[in-house]
């Protein structure tokens, strides 16, 4: 996330887009999707999909960020275990591959400009942390729709890499540091990064490599143990950043993002549970009631913006078993996004997001764990 915010979600364009989105009023909540509607969602990611499996950052294939292809492999994963249509599960497995074709000795991938179909790498990315753990966790959703161990032990290298990339910028306080470059922890690259840990530990044991699944296995305890120590008790929420000097960033719930968001994703995540979980989510529903309705305009860190499109708390509230809140914020975010046909800041990203847990009422979360 050390320039997330203004790669993914708040370039001028994003602003007018989501400006737009005002002049239709606020979106009505509604339902979880349809299979037609995973379909078309599943389709949509697909027009994405440039012919080497990359899957570009929106429909109009000028860019692969690479953070943001995961999610949607994450979606078409899903997609395809909902309609059984082999399709969107062989997308995301080309996804998977071209991530690991243009991992780098240490791991990292970076993002991508599109021109004339010829992709050039920009030489930067977002995170280092993040993307590894995004794939590895894109990697093992596309593992339990399919159980296709061929494709998997094709992936092996590139899932040890991903590991490696995690464990690249681990500081001895088991925290990951945003990227070589930029050393600033965040709580929401700490909650992907460990849940990609987690993943590669189970997908380290299917491809029976017990040194790698014992690798992941330990990184992610040390993670988990070091985001400990960023909760704050006075505000009952994690500080939301850690910098090189010491400074801690705390949260302040009336600031959508970072601050209250950054507080969803360790539960959607499953870097905490229990009490606590119900206790952040709790906090930030009462904080943020319009978190879920992308018009309305809310308080960030850079000043007043519209909410945006933001699927990940749903599933937040799917891990702590709120299914009703999950279903209706799932069903308000793909109707605004449809109101302006996904136009952009809605990427593959987000479509991913909300096919992750499409029938949310049903198996939609139980594929979380």
């Known amino acids: 996330m050390s320039n997330r915010l203004t790669q993914s979600r708040w370039r001028p364009a994003t602003i007018l887009a989501l400006l737009a989105l005002l002049l239709l009023g606020s979106a009505a909540r509604a339902s979880a999707a349809t299979t037609g509607q995973v379909r078309s969602d599943a389709e949509w990611i697909l027009a994405a999909q440039l012919p ?14 690479p953070y943001l292809g995961n999610y949607a492999a994450v979606g078409l994963a899903r997609a395809a275990q909902i309609t059984h249509d082999r399709r969107y599960s062989d997308a995301a497995w080309s996804w998977l591959r071209w991530y690991q074709a243009h991992q780098d000795s240490s791991g990292f991938v970076t993002d991508y400009q599109v021109t004339a179909g010829v ?22 959703a596309t593992w339990q729709a399919t159980h296709d161990r061929a494709q998997l032990r094709g992936l092996a290298p590139g899932i040890a890499a991903a590991v490696s990339a995690i464990e690249a910028t681990q500081d001895s306080d088991g925290l990951t540091w945003a990227k070589p470059t930029w050393h600033v922890k965040y709580l929401m690259d700490e909650s992907e990064a460990y849940a990609g840990l987690q993943a590669a530990t189970g997908l380290a044991s299917t491809l029976g490599q017990p040194v790698l699944e014992a ?42 993002y970072p601050d209250a968001l950054e507080q969803a994703w360790p539960v959607a ?12 989510m709790g906090h930030f529903a009462a904080a943020q009631p319009n978190w879920d309705l992308p018009t309305a305009v809310a308080s960030f860190g850079s000043g007043p ?34 109101a302006v046909g996904r136009a952009w800041p809605f990427t593959p990203s987000d479509a991913g997001q909300l096919l992750a847990l499409a029938d949310v009422g049903s198996a939609g979360a139980a594929w979380l764990s």
Request: hydrophobic residues 50%.
């Open 215 to 256: 690798s992941a296995a330990t990184a992610a305890a040390r993670l988990r143990s070091g985001t400990a120590h960023l909760w704050n008790p006075d505000l009952g929420a994690y500080n939301w950043a850690l910098h090189a000097d010491g400074v801690s960033q705390p949260t302040n719930w009336s600031v959508l």
């Open 119 to 140: 992709e050039t790498s920009t030489g930067a990315m977002d995170s280092t942390d993040a993307y590894a753990g995004t794939f590895l966790f894109a990697a093992r």
């Open 305 to 338: 913006s519209p909410v945006g499109y933001w699927a990940v708390p749903a599933w937040a509230f799917a891990r702590i078993g709120n299914l009703a809140v999950a279903q209706a914020a799932l069903g308000s975010i793909r109707t605004s996004a449809l």
């Open 269 to 280: 995540f499953g870097l905490v549970s229990g009490a606590r979980a119900q206790s952040l």
């Open 52 to 65: 080497d499996g990359a899957i570009a950052n929106y429909v109009d294939r000028k860019a692969i960020w």
